[in-house]
């Protein structure tokens, strides 16, 4: 007993850490806009702002207890360059199943600002739409290995083309523009928030799925900034809504 | 720990409990006029009953998601009811059969939904029009409000319940192509009464009163 305490507060003392790395990007669909081809509708959009809160950043040990946490929010606009470092965090070298991320409101920032232009056919119209959304993403990285003195890179991936999306739950989603552009009912060239909350949803054969409350294409975009995260390029995240 | 898991499953006795389908009046007053129903049928099949679904940091008030369209987790089944059966939504209660489940929470349900067809007429502040319409609604209904338990000792008896009401006071009754009556072809009845039939809120599951 005498002998083997020092020997347990060593071993504690020298349990073998690693780096895990966070990082967030965009990719090409928001650094250098969304192609006509990925559009269902022929439409075409590029942004010039695409700034996500990112509020939590957190390795998830087997318990459901923070291995290791980012200790401040970040604020990143992923129409710049990236992928964007987020924190650089020390955790116990093993294997995790789980990072979790918030995108979320910071003080007066909203979670997501998307703004840009829109173009389908001739017409293009711009946007400045800021979402006060709140979503926590748990996601389950392929492997996720913390190696003793050396790192791991885990990605928050963001998905631009989803705000696009023409349904809300359906696999076989769309990628449109059209009802957007449309949305600029005052034709002075922009399409506000208030715009798309006066159009209703039912007319444009938009599917809402188990979401009833979301009947306006306002909500419906506010919505879909609810599944743009993404863990390591196409990884998918778990959400609750 | 693991005896103890099973033990829990083995535990979990069955329900079989009797399903039957309630619709509406087809004389409707919404908002902006009146509708009456000559003939709304829709073809729905496979009814199944799920229990809430498991979330481990938040509270969850709908569901969780995959953060991506079309991969909702639903809660694991808890029960359900096989087969097709034309709903007459107008009609008088019918009996769907026994579905067979486990002992448990029910929060949501969903079945599959195939033609509906919808006749009658739509009287607004501008007169009477009539409109006849048919569709592939193809797409399953899913979220439907279900808050009951299953206990074996109470087999509960179950109501589905279409509110045409509410899923009709989605649709525009514009008339658009001059030819005196509403369709597919005018405006946007197909997508608006696609809408209304398949909201989720246009359904619920209830435990029928003793």
């Known amino acids: ?241 | 720990m693991i005896l103890s898991l099973l033990a829990c499953i083995d535990a979990r006795a069955p329900v079989a409990m009797p399903v039957r389908f309630e619709g509406g009046s087809p004389d409707l007053q919404l908002e902006a006029g009146a509708i009456h129903l000559d003939r709304a049928e829709l073809e729905v099949a496979d009814l199944r009953m799920e229990s809430a679904p498991v979330a481990r940091w938040l509270p969850s008030l709908v569901g969780t998601a995959t953060a991506h369209p079309g991969h909702e987790f639903a809660g694991s089944v808890r029960g359900e009811l096989l087969g097709s059966w034309t709903l007459d939504l107008v009609g008088p209660p019918t009996d769907l059969g026994t579905a067979e489940g486990w002992e448990g929470d029910v929060a949501t349900a969903s079945f599959d939904a195939g033609t509906l067809v919808l006749a009658g007429t739509w009287t607004g502040p501008e007169g009477s029009i009539p409109f006849d319409l048919e569709v592939e609604v193809d797409r399953p209904i899913v979220g439907v409000e279900s808050l009951f338990s299953l206990d074996a000792d109470e087999p509960p008896s179950l109501s589905l319940s279409a509110h045409v009401d509410h899923a009709l006071g989605f649709v525009e009754w514009a008339e658009t192509d001059g030819d005196g009556i509403v369709t597919a072809a005018d405006g946007t009845l197909r997508n608006t009464a696609l809408f209304g039939i398949t909201s989720s809120t246009s359904w619920t599951l209830a435990q029928e009163s003793p």
């Open chain 1, 1 to 241: 007993m005498t002998r083997s305490a020092p020997v347990l507060l060593l071993a504690a003392g020298c349990a073998p850490t690693g780096t895990w790395e966070v990082q967030t990007w965009g990719e090409d669909l928001i650094e250098q806009g969304i192609p006509a081809e990925v559009f269902e509708d022929g439409c075409a959009a590029t942004f010039t702002v695409f700034e996500v809160s990112i509020t939590e950043a957190s390795l998830v040990d087997g318990d459901g207890s923070d291995a290791a946490a980012m200790a401040s929010p970040a604020r990143i606009d992923l129409t710049s360059p990236g992928p964007h470092a987020l924190a650089s965090l020390e955790a116990p070298a093993t294997h995790y199943d789980t990072a979790r991320f918030r995108i979320a409101p910071d003080g007066d920032a909203p979670s997501v600002r998307a703004a840009g232009t829109l173009t389908c056919g001739a017409d293009t119209v711009a946007f400045d739409w800021s979402f006060d959304t709140d979503t926590t993403y748990r996601c389950e990285p392929e492997d996720l290995t913390i190696p003793g003195g050396g790192s791991h890179t885990t990605e928050l991936t963001v998905h631009g083309d989803h705000l696009f999306y023409d349904g809300l739950s359906n696999p076989d989603a769309l990628v449109r523009g059209t009802a957007l552009l449309e949305a600029d009912t005052n034709a002075d060239g922009e399409v506000t928030q208030d715009e798309l909350a006066a159009i209703p949803i039912a007319p444009l054969g938009y599917q809402v799925g188990p979401y009833a409350d979301v009947v306006d294409l306002e909500a419906f975009v506010a919505h879909l900034t609810q599944s743009v995260g993404h863990v390591d390029g196409e990884g998918h995240c778990g959400v609750d809504l």
